[in-house]
Nanobody, 118 residues
Framework: QVQLVESGGGLVQAGGSLTLSCAAS????????LGWYRQAPEKQRELVAS???????NYANSVKGRFTISRDNVENTLYLHMNNLKPEDTAVYYC????????????WGQGTPVTVSS
């Protein structure tokens, strides 16, 4: 099991940018895939973006062209660069490890909230 700690969330105006970070307590290269998920109030948690061990990525249609996922295997950190943010991006964002490009694993962070004002 790995400990995941997200940071970087906050309040931003529509059209703005944020970068989320997820620091892992151990080597992340051992995981087949890492991902970012989000959960808005009264909605189910959904996949935002995921990245494979060897660099392949998968994005939700709603964020394609605006969000970029990346990983630093030396620093054991996962990132989510978010541009052109929209009010509908408002949610708690969670880091996940141990799944595949399309499904989550069992290891979750505590989440970091992102609020986009119109």
């Amino acid at each position: 099991q790995v400990q995941l700690v997200e940071s970087g969330g906050g309040l931003v105006q529509a059209g703005g940018s944020l970068t989320l970070s997820c620091a892992a307590s151990g080597a992340i290269f051992r995981f087949n895939a890492l991902g970012w998920y989000r959960q808005a109030p009264e909605k189910q948690r959904e996949l935002v973006a995921s990245i494979h061990r060897y660099g392949g990525t998968n994005y939700a249609n709603s964020v394609k062209g605006r969000f970029t996922i990346s990983r630093d295997n030396v620093e054991n950190t996962l990132y989510l660069h978010m541009n052109n943010l929209k009010p509908e991006d408002t949610a708690v964002y969670y880091c996940n490890a141990g799944g595949t490009l399309s499904s989550n694993g069992n290891d979750w962070g505590q989440g970091t909230p992102v609020t986009v004002s119109s």
